[in-house]
């Protein structure tokens, strides 16, 4: 499965972006996606998980409530809808697929290339 990430920018505090991440190859096997994030001079972080049917989401404490995500079967393509964001957000954000519900990067398989994020004060 490839992976390209996008809808990054630059957002004054408070603001809102939309990250999506389309899914192309043998899309067939993906179970679940996330998103995370690294932001500098820290390690990667996870953000938000979906299964790929869209029963079961799940999010890292430091988000619930602001970020939401969500997915387009038909499209291949998963979104982070951002809301409420803090400079604490900034980042360069990462989709990845994993075989699992897991939240460990050694869990997921194949990784997009990344969408960078920064928030202003």
């Known amino acids: 499965v490839q992976l390209q990430a996008s809808g990054g920018g630059l957002v004054q505090a408070g603001g809102s972006l939309r990250l999506s991440c389309a899914a192309s190859g043998h899309t067939s096997s993906i179970y679940a996606m996330s998103w995370f994030r690294q932001a500098p001079g820290e390690e990667r972080e996870f953000v938000a998980l979906i299964k790929w049917s869209g029963t079961i989401t799940y999010y890292a404490d430091s988000v619930k409530g602001r970020f939401t995500i969500s997915r387009d079967n038909a499209k291949n393509t998963m979104y982070l809808q951002m809301n409420s964001l803090l400079p604490e957000d900034t980042a360069v954000y990462y989709c990845?697929?994993?075989?699992?519900?897991?939240?460990?990067?050694?869990?997921?398989?194949?990784w997009g290339q990344g969408t960078e994020v920064t928030v202003s004060s």
């Open positions: 990845a697929t994993t075989r699992t519900l897991g939240l460990l990067e050694n869990e997921y398989d194949s």
